[in-house]
């Protein structure tokens, strides 16, 4: 009788059906129905694999991270057949960022697409290759800049740019979404609405993918090898009604709709339904964890995953109709207690991200605190035009808050660490969300996991993936061939939160000051900058390059201009000749900050 328990995977897209664990033998479990989880499992059935998904709740989330994903992302989100999922959400396109610093603010475009064909990457092997191209483009001030980001976001024809192989990356005059700005943008959006969507598509795979509603409270091990084979799962027993059964069906819903879709089947009116839980253990050679940034299977003897380093909190609201310096690019405001983010994930119903970054121990919601902590340390230093919808907010909405860490990745597949066993996502891998770079990551590993994963490699049925040796092999070159896109993405947003959160140093202020004045020099100053932060050339070297010509250029303006003025106050002018020697001290003390700032980070990335 336990092997014909009958369970509901019930969804927002599909009437309940019925279905028995005796029928469920999956060559793949993976543990987490959110961007990770379900963009692996779609890429994993789509490659011929038996796929059992299971999530703890079904229902939309509600969270204040993950609604911005890079135009990398857009890329590796569509070669997993899903780019149709940013449809129907009401999703805004992203054509870039604007940093802003107290009056003055630059803008930072993605590429443009009209260049895109016949061009080639002017870093690495294609050094050199690219066509000349216009100094102007558009007629924008960021011409030049576009020009050059473009070279760099082609890259050569076949060439691996994002980890793995995009034909479609740089050889098409037309982007993966709609682009009527004509740049490859990106898109930001209500994170629980790309969340359904995406489960929409996995409820609508077909008999190769099974979602199901359940709380996987622990792993199951073969008590002679000690392997991971499987799961001890709580799902949910069909509903019990007081009356005549009868189920409605959940269509797939608009934006509008994805927050009232209920999760589990919904009852006909009148019937009053009751569900219960049945715990049952389900087997399969692989495991994969993807459970989100408070993952309890961290903790599984042999994972060798650190505990993650918390390095500040966002505190998160929603404006409504509030005016972004530039519209439709994702808003940094450095202000001297921290960053504030700000970018629309609404586009009809224009609605705005508001984030802010604050440091430390967080004052308390209950009392106000927080509130009067953000309107007296921040408000003053955000744009004019935002003060108003900010307040409104403030006072309207329950301020929400979300953890910043930063979880350095470790290598799996070793003889040292479980067999059976994948950690994915941010249950293995975390970054500051400065960058939104977080989704892009986890769909470009969904790529290349599912070709490491996948039949082409393994072979059909459970016998490749049973071969844990063949598996761990996989793994470990996963582990360095997703270090162009995920190691810089990781680096970055780490080295640019050091950076725009460091008014209170001294030094850490004269690189923020040197920062932002190197991007208004435009150009290449931002073309590979911006090709970094899209993750459309995600190259370590150029990543290295341009942090330390940041560096230097910072250490310039120190010795020629001074250091910043403090904010309300007037700058005096160039310093005299009896300052440039406590100048010059300084300016050692600037350049081993840097030094201090990135190396580290890179030492972590990269450590097995």
């Given at each position: 009788?336990?092997?014909?328990?009958?369970?509901?995977?019930?969804?927002?897209?599909?009437?309940?059906?019925?279905?028995?664990?005796?029928?469920?033998?999956p060559?793949?479990?993976?543990?987490?129905?959110?961007?990770?989880?379900?963009?692996?499992?779609?890429?994993?059935?789509?490659?011929?694999?038996?796929?059992?998904?299971?999530?703890?709740?079904?229902?939309?989330?509600?969270?204040?991270?993950?609604?911005?994903?890079?135009?990398?992302?857009?890329?590796?989100?569509?070669?997993?057949?899903?780019?149709?999922?940013?449809?129907?959400?009401?999703?805004?396109?992203?054509?870039?960022?604007?940093?802003?610093?107290?009056?003055?603010?630059?803008?930072?475009?993605?590429?443009?697409?009209?260049?895109?064909?016949?061009?080639?990457?002017?870093?690495?092997?294609?050094?050199?290759?690219?066509?000349?191209?216009?100094?102007?483009i558009n007629?924008?001030?960021?011409?030049?800049?576009?020009?050059?980001?473009?070279?760099?976001?082609?890259?050569?024809?076949?060439?691996?740019?994002?980890?793995?192989?995009?034909?479609?990356?740089?050889?098409?005059?037309?982007?993966?979404?709609?682009?009527?700005?004509?740049?490859?943008?990106?898109?930001?959006?209500?994170?629980?609405?790309l969340?359904?969507?995406?489960?929409?598509?996995?409820?609508?795979?077909?008999?190769?993918?099974?979602?199901?509603?359940?709380?996987?409270?622990?792993?199951?091990?073969?008590?002679?090898?000690?392997?991971?084979?499987?799961?001890?799962?709580?799902?949910?027993?069909?509903?019990?009604?007081?009356?005549?059964?009868?189920?409605?069906?959940?269509?797939?819903?608009?934006?509008?709709?994805?927050?009232?879709?209920?999760?589990?089947a919904?009852?006909?009116?009148?019937?009053?339904?009751q569900?219960?839980?049945?715990?049952?253990?389900?087997?399969?050679?692989?495991?994969?964890?993807?459970?989100?940034?408070?993952?309890?299977?961290?903790?599984?003897?042999?994972?060798?995953?650190?505990?993650p380093?918390?390095?500040?909190?966002?505190?998160?609201?929603?404006?409504?109709?509030?005016?972004?310096?530039?519209?439709?690019?994702?808003?940094v405001?450095?202000?001297?207690?921290g960053?504030?983010?700000?970018?629309?994930?609404?586009?009809?119903?224009?609605?705005?991200?508001?984030?802010?970054?604050?440091?430390?121990k967080?004052?308390?919601?209950?009392?106000?605190?927080?509130?009067?902590?953000?309107?007296?340390?921040?408000?003053?230093?955000?744009?004019?035009?935002?003060?108003?919808?900010?307040?409104?907010?403030?006072?309207?909405?329950?301020?929400?808050?979300?953890?910043?860490?930063?979880?350095?990745?470790?290598?799996?597949?070793?003889?040292?660490?479980?067999?059976?066993?994948?950690?994915?996502?941010?249950?293995?891998?975390?970054?500051?969300?400065?960058?939104?770079?977080?989704?892009?990551?986890a769909?470009?590993?969904a790529v290349?996991?599912?070709?490491?994963?996948?039949?082409?490699?393994?072979?059909?049925?459970?016998?490749?993936?049973e071969?844990?040796?063949?598996?761990?092999?996989?793994?470990?070159?996963?582990?360095?061939?997703?270090?162009?896109?995920a190691?810089?993405?990781?680096?970055?947003?780490?080295?640019?939160?050091?950076?725009?959160?460091?008014?209170?140093?001294?030094?850490?202020?004269?690189?923020?000051?040197?920062?932002?004045?190197?991007?208004?020099?435009?150009?290449?100053?931002?073309?590979?900058?911006?090709?970094?932060?899209?993750?459309?050339?995600?190259?370590?070297?150029?990543?290295?390059?341009?942090?330390?010509?940041?560096?230097?250029?910072?250490?310039?303006?120190?010795?020629?201009?001074?250091?910043?003025?403090?904010?309300?106050?007037?700058?005096?002018?160039?310093?005299?000749?009896?300052?440039?020697?406590?100048?010059?001290?300084?300016?050692?003390r600037?350049?081993?900050?840097?030094?201090?700032?990135?190396?580290?980070?890179?030492?972590?990335?990269?450590?097995?």
């Open positions: 009788m336990e092997d014909t328990e009958v369970l509901t995977p019930a969804g927002p897209s599909r009437a309940p059906s019925h279905t028995s664990l005796h029928n469920i033998q060559d793949i479990i993976i543990v987490g129905g959110g961007i990770a989880g379900c963009s692996l499992a779609y890429g994993l059935s789509s490659g011929g694999r038996k796929v059992l998904l299971l999530e703890r709740d079904l229902s939309e989330p509600d969270r204040i991270v993950g609604e911005l994903l890079q135009p990398g992302g857009v890329a590796a989100l569509t070669e997993l057949g899903l780019g149709g999922c940013l449809e129907g959400i009401d999703a805004t396109p992203v054509e870039g960022y604007c940093v802003v610093s107290g009056d003055r603010q630059v803008g930072i475009p993605y590429p443009d697409l009209e260049r895109m064909i016949g061009e080639e990457a002017e870093w690495g092997e294609g050094k050199g290759k690219g066509k000349k191209k216009e100094p102007e007629g924008t001030s960021n011409g030049a800049s576009n020009g050059v980001a473009n070279g760099h976001a082609n890259g050569v024809t076949g060439e691996q740019s994002n980890g793995h192989s995009s034909p479609g990356i740089g050889t098409s005059p037309t982007w993966h979404v709609p682009s009527l700005s004509g740049k490859k943008e990106g898109r930001s959006f209500h994170h629980g609405r969340i359904m969507s995406l489960r929409r598509a996995c409820l609508g795979f077909g008999p190769e993918l099974v979602v199901l509603e359940a709380t996987v409270r622990d792993l199951v091990r073969c008590e002679h090898t000690g392997r991971v084979i499987g799961v001890s799962a709580a799902f949910k027993s069909p509903a019990r009604a007081s009356s005549t059964s009868a189920s409605t069906s959940i269509p797939p819903s608009s934006a509008s709709d994805d927050a009232a879709a209920p999760a589990a919904a009852a006909a009116p009148g019937v009053e339904a569900s219960s839980t049945v715990v049952r253990k389900v087997y399969a050679p692989i495991t994969i964890i993807a459970d989100g940034c408070f993952s309890k299977f961290r903790s599984t003897p042999g994972t060798r995953i650190p505990t380093k918390t390095r500040s909190h966002f505190v998160g609201v929603v404006l409504k109709n509030a005016p972004l310096p530039l519209k439709r690019h994702g808003t405001c450095l202000t001297p207690a960053p504030v983010l700000l970018y629309q994930i609404g586009d009809r119903a224009e609605e705005t991200r508001m984030l802010v970054d604050v440091k430390g967080l004052p308390s919601v209950a009392d106000g605190s927080l509130k009067n902590h953000i309107i007296e340390r921040y408000l003053p230093h955000l744009p004019t035009a935002l003060h108003d919808p900010i307040l409104t907010a403030l006072n309207d909405q329950r301020l929400r808050t979300m953890p910043n860490s930063f979880l350095p990745p470790s290598m799996q597949g070793l003889s040292s660490t479980p067999s059976g066993l994948i950690m994915v996502g941010d249950a293995w891998n975390m970054r500051h969300p400065l960058t939104g770079g977080g989704m892009t990551v769909f470009n590993d290349l996991l599912t070709e490491y994963l996948g039949v082409a490699r393994l072979g059909e049925g459970r016998d490749g993936l071969d844990w040796d063949r598996v761990g092999e996989g793994l470990r070159e996963w582990f360095w061939r997703r270090k162009s896109l190691g810089v993405v990781n680096v970055l947003s780490m080295a640019l939160y050091d950076l725009f959160g460091g008014a209170d140093e001294p030094d850490l202020e004269i690189l923020r000051e040197g920062c932002f004045r190197y991007f208004e020099l435009g150009g290449e100053c931002i073309a590979g900058p911006v090709g970094l932060l899209s993750a459309l050339t995600p190259k370590p070297l150029m990543l290295f390059y341009h942090f330390f010509s940041v560096a230097f250029y910072s250490i310039y303006i120190l010795l020629t201009s001074g250091p910043p003025a403090s904010p309300g106050e007037k700058k005096t002018g160039p310093p005299g000749w009896i300052e440039l020697p406590g100048l010059l001290l300084f300016s050692f600037v350049f081993w900050t840097a030094c201090r700032v990135l190396l580290p980070m890179i030492a972590t990335e990269f450590k097995v």
